[in-house]
Every structure is written in structure tokens, then in C-alpha cells.
């Protein structure tokens, strides 16, 4: 039993199942599937669909942090990708192709490729602080994507395109399958291949990784293209969800609810060991509460506080100062020696 | 490297006077060099757009980014401490809506400047206290200030209100004029603010503990300094100065909006360190701050100057903010090579 | 001059316990600093000498026992407490701010003050004056960092004094030191004790030990062993009560050196001129097949410097490294690697074992890195591995799946060794692989070090500890301030002449 409890995955999924159970408890219809024409519908498999955005920015947002380092700039490569793709459907003289579509969608991800690459290259190679790095792309990046739309909200009617993610596959919503399948992807990567254990390695000690003839370079670079590559297949998503490119609103926010997913996962901000299931759980929280917030009529404006508060009990949860304390309450309950001892570690 | 004695006979030779220099102030360098840049730009601007340099648009130069001053004071601080503060732009617009709202309900504006300052500061005590007590990274910490300021300003209002109360507008609309200069209490109020900054900065024990805190905590904390009481302190002056940004651009746009300020942190944080102040902490001057604030408005100005798309402004700065951090890197490895 | 003990002392910790969640630290251990007097405390890792004087500084918190300053009964419980009571601390890495001035740093928390804030001029005139009184005269509006660490070190107890300390407790001071600055840090020591400053001086170089301190406590597992002057304890007494058995186990080990090597063969590895500006003037190196090459040095000799240019770990400005007769550019850790050369570094925990992952995971590590990240050794072939080196060298606990970062110096060291036999190597480096490791450990090391070169292995292994390097080398490069200055045999060479042979040398270049 105790080694169920000390799992890091325990409190997530406690968590998650206690926000199902809530929601069910206030809608019974919450956890209600229902079929029509062979697609699934119902609440949960909304959130199954409108996760997954922040599903692909938020596992690309874990291998990053793992490496010791962060990706701000992933909502500025949605607004690109939209853009792209978007601008390349309204320009064709056949939106409705699918091999137009493709064309798109194919340009839209390869850009999005270089923009990974582009961080990669600064933190890698140029030994740049990653959050400086990438906040130069965040800043410069939705410029960018506005230069591409020139200024406008581009909207398409295309359907192929709006099938990526509104459309069904074997019942299931398209977009929910995407991301399915680069949770697949990372996961037999991180099992079959040593990628998972050597970025931890340059997580936890980059200097002893190098010593050891571990590629460092390699392995952080290839973690920021990967996640430029998926906030590029999330920029699809998005734009397709919206039938537009808005540059200033696509992905505005989602690098701080992906880093809460990561947190809420349980990987730690400092680099090191990571967990795409706690990523997978934390997104799921974050999406519930979302849809929880706004059943309960709460503006969605609003929602960022309920967040906070989310944001601080984990963090607080998570703290070493609270075991401390809590071990502290339970001692001094145990023991008749008034002289608690402490033993705080100043010097390291 | 053996130890470097430096001889207090001074030769007077300009490699002396330089080595001593440089073994003094170093970081004053980068300020120096957005002082450059500064310079660069307007008389650039100057030779390009005949009407640039103009009192009049210099002076609007200063009042159109007098919120982003007082923002970018508060984040040197904390930035210097090695700390960072995400919370700022929404702590602004919070606080701003707020003013608008509790003045549109009557209250009289001795009474809502107070609560401005006092709600940006008990955002920034919270950041404050888990940053210090609960060891939370400083980044998380500022994200749920965000998310806690951005969501609250939407609780006040979900959309604009104007804000009629002539005390908060004289503070924009009253100028002050020399000639053609001119100046509005916003402008002085900022001015205020980086000068209080600096001095805070250079002459108190409060000032050089924030410095030695970016030297090294554990170090600080063993040379005695009150090491938690001055880092929670940065976050709070980060939040009061959000406050009074959110004044500030209150009074600029007479009205709050709840939508306010999203990526005004980055803009912040790009002004500090173009103006010179390291984001690893320990280097960097409130001054410097300022320089950075005018080199963004100037870029701003530059760019409605040319007809271009403000999409270029981003961009713009974004560049500029890549290539201060490249030359600060390539400064460091040199440094780091030396010893 | 060794201290009047007519006079009280200035610190009497009396029957000091201090126990951790499975371990007791310290058990019931008297230690007294008079004043006027240099004290070293002694003992091996684990011996509890770091815990003592942690209590001392406030870092920890006694759970019973006495501590008295001055005359007065104190409870420290944190670092201000020891400071208000008089006691200062300079650690090893010097803890001041390196971004601030040198005037500052003496004087932050203490500064003159005027109406309208920090005096500076008065600031920087009273950091001048301290410094001075230490000689040294340096410009105090300079930043710290751009000085050398023995400088701020110096700094550091120049601030000390500001605070008017009767203790100075000094952690490993000479750790990074060259001999002249060695001398100066002893001249101010000397100068203070005779200003009636009590120093507790901690530090592992016995020759140091002997040199400066008027009086030695040991410790042995948590234990107070004794409390000696000085000038009435050999050394072989010394190091017999700090490791409680005698030295003869170790000299057992010296049989196993002697060997023929083979100089005639292609040098497996050879660099001709290898230098790096301001770490290493150039320096010619060979190692034979089977051999196993001594490097011996002083702290800060430019022993690590050299054997991290050789392994790629650092870039070389000059000259040239061939491995087996084919010359090699080494840019990089890969390439020595790829030329089946490995490398401990002597940061067994920074730069070594990767705390975060299991012993297993640790040691796979190195073949792991070579085979490329995408092809992942299969789990049966991993644990055969993992398993045979766990037993050859005998890490304890001998568990696979433990976190590396839990063992012990002495195993984590077996661990990382592992992990380099493991890559099956022609060339080994060893930097200190034995340096604040339990006896019993070191022996394991230096007999499996011993037994790899009998079967072919080449080695090249550094320590500060001279016997060490004499029992184990076949050949033993010597170094100085950042140049080779010779080799000995170790043959022909015992402890004395060794010491010597580094002594003379700089003497000469000294003309």
C-alpha cells in the first residue's frame, strides 16, 4: 500500500478522480458517453478533444524541462503554424482540396520545424539561457505570424481542414487520436530507445553526462525541435478548431498551463527525471477544471484565478518546507522532549 | 591567474586607469552600451525622419511609457536578486481596473490609490512568500501571480470602465512646460520612482543586500544579511510598482481595462536587460532600467515613424533582446576564460 | 606558541551528541579552543569533524551536550547565533559575494552610515585599513571576483575581524592555494594568533597541519580520541589513531607495482608540448601498454588541468596527442572515448556519478553513451553487466536499483569505476579517485587498480597523497605550478625524496 502512496503518480490521479467524482456528483451526465452515427459524444470526450492542444505543447514542454531548460515561445509557433497554414489554404484557388490541405499542413509543420530548430540552435549550441532564448521567439514570433496574416484574422472555410479537428476516426475525435498518438510516439521512444534515461542523465548533471560521452548537444537540441514540432501540430489544431489564424490570440497563455501540467505531473522544473503519464494526467486535470469552471457558470475570463489557487496548494503540497513542518507537528506530538531538534542545513 | 595586486601607485598611463576602471565597474558596461544604442537610434531617426528629434516628441517619448518605467524599476530589483517576476502586466491591469471601478462607485481617489498599491503589494507578498518559505522557483510563483491578478481583474469587470474622477486624470492631462518640454505628474512620478530606486539601490543596506542576494544566497545568508526579509521585500516593491503602474496607465488611457497589459512583463523584461541588468542576477542598475524603457519607446516611435506594422515592433525587439543577450554571453565566456 | 592553559578557554564543547535518522554523528565529544592558540580537529570521513564544527557554527543543533563561549553558555542554532558569539567562519569556497566590491564585502552588513545613507568613502577607508592590518593592500573598490581565491579568502577574514571575532574557525582554507599564497595565509593566521584570536584550522594536508597548528583533537567515529600539542604527536601516531589501524595493511600493496614495462612498444597514449594558456604550460607525456604513470603535484599543480586536456574534458592551445601512433585532435570527451580512453574525474559527485539515477543506470551509462541514444542495450545485457561489476568491485549495498546518490564516497567511487571498466578502456585517468574515501575502500581501489594494469590496462593515476602514487606508479610524472618539472621512479624514490624533488625544483626556477 505504501508503495502505491509514495508513487508519483498517486496524487495526480487522485486528484484527477476526485474532479470526476465531483463533477459527476453536481452533473450526472458528465460521465455519459453517447453514440450517434458511430462518433462518441459527451462531456468527457470533449475534454478528451479540447486537451489536445495543450496535450502536444505540454509533452514537448516536459522533455524541455527535463533538460533543464523551458520553452516560452511555443504559443508564438501555434500563432505561426496557424498562420501558414491558414494563409496558404486562402490563397490556393482550391481551399477544399485535400491536397491543398495537405500542402498546408505539411508547410505549416516544417516552419514550425525551423523554429524549434531556431531554439535548439540558441540553447544548444550558443549556451543561451533557455528562458532567454526562447523569449526571444516568444516576442519576435507573434510579430511574425502577424506579418504573415498582415494584420488580420484569416478565416477559412475548408472542410478537410476543419475535419482535423472537429472530424471522427473509428468514433474517436481526430484531434484526440493526434494527440493519442504523440503520447505513443514519446512513450515507445522514452521505453525503446535510451533517449528517456540519457536526457534525465543531462538533466540531473549536464557536466558528468559530458564527461561520460553522453551528446548533450544533441539530446537538447532535439528536445527543442520536437516541441517546436508539436506546437506546431497544436497551431493546427487550434486554427483548424477556430476556422482562423489569429496571431494574438492563438496559444496566448499555454506555455503557463502547459508548465502547470508538467508541475502537476509531477516532473520537476529543475531538470532531470520527467513522466509523459504525469504530463498525460496533469493536462486532464487542468481541462477538467476547466470545463468545471465554466459548468459552474463562471466567465471563462475568470477561471486564471481558480488556477492560481490550484497552482499554489500543488506547489505548496509539493514543498519540502510543508513535510518539514507536518514531520515537525508529528514529532513533537510523539515525543516528551520539548527540544525539537532541528536540523536545518545551512551550508550545503 | 595570481593575485592581482593591483598597485595603488597609479601610473597614469590609460591602460592603468582602464584596468582600474574595469576592475571597478565592469558592469557598467552594458549600461553603457544601451546609452550607446539610445543614442544611435535617435540621431539615426533624426537623420532619417527630419521632425524626430522634436521636444515635443521627446517629451511624449518618457509620458507614453511612464508605466513601463515604474514597472521595469520594480523588476530590476527583483531580477537582481536572481529572482524573476511574471505577474507585473497583470498586477497592472488588476489594479488598474480596480481603481476605475471603485471610483466609478464613488469612492474618492485618497482612498483608491491607496488600495491600488496596497492590492499590487499583497499579490507581491504572496509571490513573495512562497519564493522565500516554500522554496517555490520564482518563476511558478510569479505564474500563479499571474494567473491570480489576470482572473481577478476579470472578476472586477469583464469590460472596460471609464474613469471620470478629475484628481486621477489630472495626473495626465496637467503639463508642466519649459518652452516646447513638457511634462505631466505621470512622467514625474516615474522619474521619481527610478530616482528613489537608485538611491535605495546605491546608499542603503536594504540596496546592496538585494545585490549581494544575486551574488549568491547561501553566501549572503552567511555573511549575516537579513536575507529573507529582503526577498520577500523585492516581491512586494514589484507589486507596489504594478500598482502604480496600473495608476499610471489608468490615468494615460483614462479608463481600466481588464485586458491590459498581457506581455507587458516581456516588454519589462526586455527594457532591464537591454538597459544592462544580467537576468542571472547580481549586475544591473535602476538607471539602466530606464535607458531600456526609452530605447523600447523609441523603437515604438520609430516604427509608427516608418507606417510599418506594430508586428514589426515585436519583432524588433525581440532581435535587440537576442543580440544584448549573445554579446553578454560572449563577454562572460571571455571573462570566465581570463581567470 | 602553543596556549597557557592557566587561561580558560574561549569555546568548551562538553559531551557534544548530535544524532541523524540512523547514524550517530557524535557521541559525547569534549573539544576545547583556547585563545592566542592554532587547533586542528583530525579525522577520516565519517569521523564526525564536519558535524563538530557545524555545531559549532550554528549549522546544526546539539541534542545534548554544552557549548560555552567566552564564559557564557550559548545554544546556536543558527549562523547569526555563532557570529553574535563571536565566532566567524571562512569556508572553502570563500562565501562573499564575488559581484560586490572588496570593501563592500568587508564591510556589508557593518557599513558607516550617514543621515542620507551608506558612507562609502568611510566604508572603503575602514576595508583599506582592516585589509591592511592583514598585508594586504589591494584596491577595495575593486570587484571581489576579478581576485584570485586565495585573495578573497583573505577578504573573508579580514571580514571576520570587522566583527570582531575570538573565533575563527578556517574549513579547508588551502584547498585551492599555491605554496606562496600558502605562505601568506599562514603569516596572517600566525598574526592573528598572536593578537589572541583563537583558530580552529581544518584541513587534510598533514604536512600543513604540522606546519601551522599548536595543538591537534581527533576524531574517530564519532568519537573524541584524544587532544594533543602538536610538537608531542608523530605523525604515524597521528594517522594510526585517525584510520585506528596500522599503516603496514596499505604498504602490503607495494609488491604488486614493481613490473617490467615494455618502453619500447608504441606508447599507447603520447603528447608532445600539451598546454592550455593560464592552466598548463606545455608538458610531454607517454604512457606505455601496462603501465601505470603516477602524477604528483601540490594542489594546484595543473595535475587535473593536464589529464583533462588529454581526455578532451578542456581544449588544448598547443601541441599534440597521439593514441596508439595515430595522431588525434581531442575536442572533446567523444573522441577520447572513441579511442577507448576513460576518465574519473576528481568530482566524483559534480562531475561523476549522476546522484538522481540508480547505481544500474550509472553504470550502463558509459556503453550506453557509446552505443548512441537510440539504440538502447538490451535489459538482459545490462544487468549481466551491471551485476558482474557490482560484485568485481564490491559496492555496498550491492542493489542495482538504489539511487547512486545515497552510497557512500568509497562505493560511489566503485560505482564510477564501474561504469569506465565497463566501456573496457585501454586507457584509464584516475584523478583522486581515492581522496575522502574510507580506508577500507581506498584499499579495494588501489588493489583493483593494481590488478587492471597487471593485465594490460594503462593507467594514470593522480592524488595528493604521495605514498599513495609511490606504492601504485611504475613511473611518476612530478608537477609545479602548471609545468612538469621531472619524473621519478619510484624505485629508486621514497616519500622524503619525492617531497624533496618538488621542494628543490622550485628553488631553482626560482634564480
Known amino acids: ?348 | 591567474m595570481t593575485t592581482a595586486e593591483a598597485s595603488l601607485q597609479r601610473t597614469s598611463t590609460v591602460s592603468t586607469r582602464y584596468a582600474t576602471f574595469m576592475s571597478r565597474h565592469a558592469s557598467l558596461v552594458p549600461t553603457f552600451a544601451a546609452v550607446l544604442i539610445l543614442l544611435v537610434l535617435l540621431v539615426g531617426a533624426q537623420v532619417q525622419f527630419e521632425n524626430f528629434l522634436t521636444p515635443g516628441n521627446l517629451s511624449a517619448l518618457l509620458l507614453d511609457n511612464a508605466y513601463l518605467v515604474v514597472l521595469a524599476v520594480g523588476l530590476t530589483l527583483v531580477i537582481i536578486t536572481g529572482g524573476i517576476d511574471l505577474s507585473v502586466g497583470s498586477v497592472m491591469a488588476f489594479t488598474g481596473i480596480l481603481c476605475a471601478s471603485l471610483l466609478s462607485q464613488g469612492l474618492p481617489a485618497v482612498v483608491v490609490v491607496p488600495i491600488m498599491l496596497l492590492g499590487g503589494g499583497a499579490i507581491g507578498l504572496l509571490i513573495g512568500v512562497l519564493v522565500q518559505y516554500f522554496n517555490v522557483q520564482p518563476f511558478i510563483a510569479s505564474l500563479a501571480g499571474l494567473f491570480l491578478a489576470r482572473g481577478l481583474a476579470f472578476v472586477v469587470s469583464l469590460s472596460s470602465i471609464r474613469v471620470e474622477d478629475p484628481a486621477i486624470l489630472w495626473l495626465q492631462r496637467t503639463r508642466f512646460t519649459v518652452g516646447e518640454w513638457y511634462i505631466t505628474p505621470t512622467g514625474i512620478i516615474a522619474l521619481l520612482v527610478v530616482a528613489l530606486g537608485a538611491v535605495v539601490m546605491q546608499w542603503t543596506r536594504f540596496g546592496r543586500t538585494i545585490y549581494a542576494l544575486g551574488g549568491g544566497e547561501q553566501s549572503a545568508r552567511l555573511m549575516g544579511l537579513k536575507v529573507a526579509r529582503t526577498k520577500i521585500l523585492v516581491y512586494v516593491i514589484s507589486g507596489v510598482c504594478g500598482g502604480l503602474a496600473g495608476l499610471l496607465l489608468t490615468a494615460y488611457s483614462g479608463a481600466g481595462y481588464p485586458r491590459n497589459g498581457i506581455g507587458t512583463e516581456l516588454d519589462a523584461i526586455a527594457a532591464v536587460v537591454i538597459g544592462g541588468t544580467l537576468l542571472t542576477g547580481g549586475t544591473g542598475y535602476v538607471l539602466g532600467s530606464l535607458v531600456g524603457v526609452l530605447v523600447y519607446g523609441t523603437i515604438k516611435k520609430i516604427i509608427s515613424f516608418m507606417g510599418a506594422e506594430q508586428a514589426w515592433m515585436q519583432i524588433i525587439i525581440g532581435g535587440l533582446l537576442l543580440l544584448f543577450i549573445v554579446v553578454q554571453r560572449v563577454i562572460v565566456a571571455r571573462s570566465q576564460r581570463r581567470t | 606558541m602553543p596556549a597557557d592553559t592557566e587561561v580558560p578557554p574561549v569555546v568548551d564543547m562538553s559531551s557534544i551528541t548530535i544524532r541523524f535518522p540512523g547514524v550517530l554523528a557524535l557521541d559525547g565529544v569534549d573539544f576545547r579552543l583556547f585563545p592566542g592558540e592554532v587547533h586542528s580537529l583530525m579525522g577520516e570521513n565519517g569521523a564526525g569533524k564536519s558535524t563538530l564544527i557545524k555545531a559549532l557554527t550554528g549549522v546544526y543543533a546539539v541534542d545534548s551536550g554544552q557549548i560555552t563561549v567566552a564564559g557564557q553558555q550559548r545554544v546556536l542554532t543558527s549562523t547569526s547565533d555563532a557570529q553574535d558569539a563571536g565566532i566567524s567562519t571562512v569556508y572553502q569556497e570563500v562565501n562573499l559575494s564575488p559581484n560586490l566590491s572588496v570593501g563592500e564585502n568587508v564591510m556589508l552588513g557593518h557599513e558607516p552610515r550617514k543621515a542620507r545613507g551608506i558612507d562609502w568613502r568611510a566604508a572603503h577607508l575602514e576595508a583599506a585599513h582592516h585589509l591592511e592590518s592583514l598585508g594586504l593592500a589591494i584596491d577595495t573598490r575593486s570587484t571581489l571576483s576579478t581576485h584570485s581565491i586565495a585573495v578573497q579568502q583573505l577578504v573573508a577574514i579580514s571580514r571576520a575581524m570587522v566583527l570582531d571575532a575570538k573565533v575563527l574557525v578556517l574549513d579547508e582554507p588551502t584547498s585551492s592555494l599555491d605554496r606562496g599564497e600558502v605562505e601568506r595565509l599562514f603569516a596572517v593566521i600566525r598574526d592573528l594568533r598572536a593578537k589572541g584570536v583563537a583558530i580552529l584550522f581544518v584541513s587534510h594536508f598533514l604536512n600543513q597541519v604540522y606546519e601551522i597548528s599548536d595543538r591537534i583533537t581527533v576524531l574517530r567515529n564519532g568519537r573524541l580520541i584524544g587532544e594533543h600539542l602538536a610538537s608531542e604527536l608523530p605523525r604515524s601516531e597521528l594517522v594510526a589513531k585517525m584510520i585506528g589501524r596500522e599503516l603496514d595493511e596499505l604498504a602490503a600493496l607495494s609488491s604488486v607495482a614493481e613490473r617490467e614495462i615494455d618502453r619500447t612498444a608504441t606508447p599507447v597514449l603520447r603528447a608532445t608540448g600539451i598546454g592550455r594558456q593560464g592552466d598548463l604550460e606545455p608538458v610531454d607525456v607517454e604512457v606505455y601498454p601496462g603501465e601505470v604513470v603516477g602524477i604528483a603535484g601540490l594542489l594546484g599543480s595543473g595535475r587535473t588541468e593536464l589529464v583533462r586536456l588529454l581526455y578532451g574534458a578542456d581544449r588544448a592551445d598547443t601541441g599534440q596527442i597521439e593514441v596508439k601512433g595515430t595522431s588525434a585532435r581531442m575536442t572533446s570527451p567523444r573522441q577520447a572515448i572513441d579511442r577507448r580512453i576513460a576518465f574519473s574525474s576528481e568530482d566524483r559527485r559534480g562531475e561523476g556519478i549522476i546522484g538522481d539515477l540508480t547505481v544500474a543506470e550509472n553504470i550502463v551509462l558509459g556503453i550506453q553513451a557509446r552505443r548512441g541514444a537510440m539504440r538502447r542495450i538490451p535489459r538482459a545485457e545490462a544487468d549481466a553487466v551491471v551485476k558482474e561489476y557490482i560484485e568485481a568491485l564490491g559496492v555496498r549495498p550491492a542493489d542495482p536499483s538504489m539511487l547512486a546518490g545515497n552510497l557512500s564516497g568509497g562505493n560511489q567511487q566503485k560505482v564510477l569505476l564501474g561504469r569506465w571498466l565497463a566501456t573496457a578502456p585501454e586507457l584509464l585517468i584516475l584523478d583522486e579517485p581515492t581522496r575522502g574515501i574510507d580506508v577500507g575502500a581506498k584499499a579495494d581501489i588501489q588493489r583493483k587498480v593494481a590488478e587492471l594494469s597487471a593485465r594490460g590496462l594503462s593507467v594514470i593515476f593522480i592524488s595528493s597523497e604521495l605514498e599513495e602514487v609511490l606504492r601504485i606508479a611504475q613511473r611518476v610524472i612530478v608537477m609545479r605550478d602548471r609545468r612538469k618539472i621531472g619524473e621519478v621512479s619510484p624505485q629508486e624514490t621514497d616519500l622524503s625524496g619525492l617531497v624533496e624533488y618538488i621542494a628543490n625544483k622550485t628553488e631553482e626556477t626560482a634564480a
Open chain 1, 1 to 348: 500500500m505504501k508503495r502505491i502512496v509514495r508513487h508519483r503518480l498517486f496524487w495526480p490521479v487522485v486528484a484527477l478522480i476526485s474532479l470526476i467524482v465531483i463533477n459527476t456528483i453536481a452533473r450526472p451526465q458528465f460521465i455519459g458517453v453517447t453514440v450517434r452515427d458511430g462518433e462518441l459524444y459527451g462531456a468527457l470526450i470533449d475534454i478528451l478533444r479540447n486537451s489536445a492542444p495543450l496535450m502536444l505543447v505540454a509533452l514537448g514542454m516536459t522533455i524541455v524541462i527535463a533538460t533543464r531548460g523551458i520553452d516560452l515561445s511555443v504559443g508564438a509557433v501555434m500563432a505561426v503554424s496557424g498562420a501558414v497554414a491558414l494563409t496558404i489554404i486562402d490563397g490556393s484557388p482550391d481551399p477544399e482540396g485535400v491536397g491543398t490541405v495537405t500542402i498546408a499542413v505539411v508547410t505549416a509543420l516544417a516552419v514550425a520545424l525551423v523554429l524549434g530548430s531556431w531554439n535548439g540552435f540558441l540553447v544548444a549550441i550558443g549556451g543561451i539561457q533557455p528562458i532567454i532564448a526562447t523569449l526571444v521567439l516568444m516576442l519576435a514570433g507573434r510579430g511574425v505570424a502577424l506579418l504573415i496574416t498582415e494584420g488580420f484574422i484569416t478565416t477559412v472555410n475548408s472542410a478537410p481542414y476543419s475535419f482535423i479537428s472537429s472530424g471522427y476516426i473509428v468514433g474517436l475525435p481526430v484531434a484526440f487520436l493526434i494527440a493519442a498518438v504523440a503520447i505513443t510516439t514519446l512513450a515507445l521512444l522514452e521505453r525503446r530507445t535510451a533517449l528517456g534515461v540519457l536526457t534525465e542523465a543531462v538533466g540531473i548533471n549536464p557536466a558528468a553526462s559530458r564527461l561520460a560521452g553522453v551528446r548533450a548537444r544533441g539530446i537538447v537540441f532535439s528536445a527543442y525541435v520536437a516541441t517546436g514540432l508539436l506546437a506546431g501540430v497544436a497551431g493546427i489544431l487550434y486554427s483548424a478548431n477556430i476556422r482562423a489564424a489569429d496571431a494574438n490570440a492563438t496559444g496566448q497563455f499555454i506555455e503557463l498551463y502547459a508548465i502547470l501540467a508538467v508541475v502537476l505531473g509531477g516532473t520537476s522544473l529543475a531538470g532531470g527525471k520527467f513522466t509523459i503519464a504525469g504530463t498525460v494526467i496533469g493536462v486532464l486535470i487542468i481541462q477538467t477544471l476547466e470545463s468545471t469552471i465554466l459548468f459552474l457558470g463562471v466567465p471563462a475570463a475568470q477561471s486564471p484565478v481558480f488556477f492560481a489557487i490550484v497552482v499554489i496548494v500543488v506547489v505548496v503540497v509539493q514543498s519540502p518546507q510543508l513535510h518539514a513542518w507536518v514531520r515537525k507537528l508529528a514529532r513533537s506530538r510523539q515525543s516528551a522532549n520539548t527540544d525539537a531538534p532541528q536540523k536545518v542545513k545551512v551550508a550545503s
